[in-house]
Nanobody
């Protein structure tokens, strides 16, 4: 079992930045691919970004590429999502997730409770 707790969400003006954090506890953090997903009201949950076990490879949705950066600190059991140049379309609940397998856009095994990101225009 892995427990995931997100933090860092909030209200930001369009063009601004936020950094989300996801603290993991339980089994060895470095055994998991870590991902960020988001879900806006009335929409399906969508993939945002993922990072490999070592942190050496990162993956992004086209909609956030160049604006968001995923990173991890295995020593702190934490994964981050730096979000820059935010726009109202980025407004959603953001979820951290962990996967034992290798499909970065596939099924994840553990999920956090989510953190709200609100972008004002």
């Amino acid at each position: 079992q892995v427990q995931l707790v997100e933090s860092g969400g909030g209200l930001v003006q369009a063009g601004g930045s936020l950094r989300l954090s996801c603290a993991a506890s339980g089994r060895t953090f470095s055994n998991y691919i870590m991902g960020w997903f988001r879900q806006a009201p009335g929409k399906e949950r969508e993939f945002v970004a993922a990072i490999s076990r070592s942190g050496g490879n990162t993956y992004y949705a086209d909609s956030v590429k160049g604006r968001f950066t995923i990173s991890k600190d295995n020593a702190k059991n934490t994964v981050y999502l730096q979000m820059d140049s935010l726009n109202p379309e980025d407004q959603a609940v953001y979820y951290c997730a962990a996967q034992i397998g290798s499909a970065v856009r596939g099924k994840y095994d553990y999920w956090g409770q989510g953190t709200q990101v609100t972008v004002s225009s």
